[in-house]
């Protein structure tokens, strides 16, 4: 029995009635929320309980064999369920884990498959744009060489009409001095028929 001054009165404090309390509060089922996330806390109140029971000067007993074999089998149950609930995490970190790894997997394909077809757009990209190029050079090409070959054919075409002027100029040429030169025939005949006849009339007279 512990007494204390509290608020101008005293209080008891029987250890036998806190471990009686704690004892039932714990087989009572009300703990069983607490069991799985603060099971530290009932071992720790378990052994606060028993140690309430040795100091409350109780002798020892069948009720506190009892108790101490509830207490024993409530210690092996805890165990039982801090080892399930270790095993729960670990099963839960693994599915958690693999589920990271599946969602990193899936995360690396997306990125590689968009990379590929990024690579993939450029590369078409490049390959269109060199054969625009390779249309826009042949084009210019064949603009060029028909521009050449235009060139050449008018240029033909004035090299043969100057040659034909030229063989126009040199037939009337040819045509003048033949003209030219069967008028000075048909003159000098005339003269050579005038000294004939001037040289029949000397010798006749």
């Not at 165990?79 to 693994?94: P, S």
């Amino acid at each position: 029995m512990v007494r204390e001054q509290v608020g101008g009165r005293r209080v008891k404090f029987d250890s036998f009635q806190i471990f009686r309390q704690l004892n039932l509060w714990f087989f009572s089922g009300r703990s069983k929320g607490l069991v799985w996330r603060n099971y530290y806390v009932l071992d720790t109140i378990l052994g606060f309980s028993v140690i309430c029971y040795l100091i409350s000067g109780n002798k020892w007993d069948g009720n506190w064999l009892s108790i101490l074999t509830n207490s024993q089998m409530s210690l092996a149950k805890l165990d039982e369920l801090r080892q399930a609930a270790k095993i729960e995490v670990e099963m839960r970190f693994r599915k958690k884990r693999a589920e990271l790894n599946t969602k990193v997997e899936m995360r690396v394909l997306l990125i590689l498959k968009a990379y590929k077809q990024r690579r993939a757009t450029l590369k078409e990209r490049t390959s269109q744009s060199l054969l625009r190029r390779m249309a826009r050079e042949s084009k210019y090409k064949e603009r060029v060489c028909t521009a050449i070959c235009q060139k050449r054919v008018a240029a033909e075409k004035k090299r043969l009409a100057l040659l034909e002027t030229e063989k126009i100029r040199v037939r009337a040429r040819v045509l003048e001095v033949r003209k030219v030169a069967r008028s000075i025939s048909h003159q000098r005949e005339i003269e050579m028929m005038e000294m004939k006849n001037k040289l029949e009339d000397r010798l006749q007279r």
